[in-house]
């Protein structure tokens, strides 16, 4: 079960990398260059406006701040996997701290990372649930930059709750096949012994 939620884990570590690496590449991406227009050229109507180019430059560059953002967590992840469980226990208070003085997002996605580590002894879907909470009924900002981020960790969690549902439906019907085996034991150890019975009976009888 460890090493599945492990492995489910390095999958998402995987897509999210390359996500932001081609997010990465979009953003820095020069625009195609536009043919020189001369002077006696007459505007068309209906022709395209084109923006600003501080406004591109301002839009890029949220871009970039959103893509470094991301890329940041993927990072904090990446090493909080390496720690021992003592590292992973105190990073695990000083978020606790962080979030509680200011509630920022960022605190609130790296407590749900550290409750969702695979097989480590702070793991705890419960309170990693109510953290992503908010993501998962569509309450934050539409331009968060923890937003991708958010569904993923909720992807895991998903992932995570189906293995251990599945998990715990095979250990209940191998406990009723046990249940059922030991009951037909049982009940041929009963048959031999009545056989057992009827043939010292019948050993008796011809003795006399």
């Known amino acids: 079960m460890i090493e599945r939620t492990r492995a489910i884990a390095n999958i998402i570590v995987r897509v999210a990398t390359i996500a932001v690496a081609a997010l990465a590449v979009g953003a820095c991406r020069s625009p195609a260059p536009q043919p020189p227009q001369t002077e006696s050229a007459a505007p068309t109507l209906g022709a395209t406006r084109v923006a600003p180019r501080g406004a591109r430059c301002d839009c890029n560059a949220r871009l970039v701040q959103r893509l470094s953002e991301s890329a940041a967590l993927l990072d904090y992840y990446a090493n909080l996997r390496t720690k021992a469980a003592t ?3 105190q ?3 000083e978020l606790r701290r962080e979030f509680a003085a200011g509630s920022a997002e960022a605190a609130r996605i790296k407590l749900a990372m550290v409750y969702l580590l695979p097989g480590a002894a702070v793991r705890n879907e419960v309170q990693a649930a109510q953290l992503l909470d908010p993501y998962a009924r569509g309450d934050t ?3 968060s930059p923890f937003r991708g981020i958010a569904q993923l ?3 895991h969690l998903d992932q995570s709750r189906r293995l251990e549902a599945g998990a715990q439906a095979q250990a209940a019907k191998l406990r009723e096949e046990q249940k059922r085996s030991e009951e037909l034991q ?6 031999k012994e009545v056989e057992r019975a009827m043939i010292l009976k019948d050993q008796g009888v011809k003795t006399k």
């Open 186 to 191: 049982r009940k041929l150890d009963a048959l």
């Open 91 to 93: 990073e695990l208070e």
């Open 87 to 89: 590292g992973q226990r």
């Open 141 to 143: 900002r539409a331009d």
């Open 153 to 155: 960790l909720l992807a």
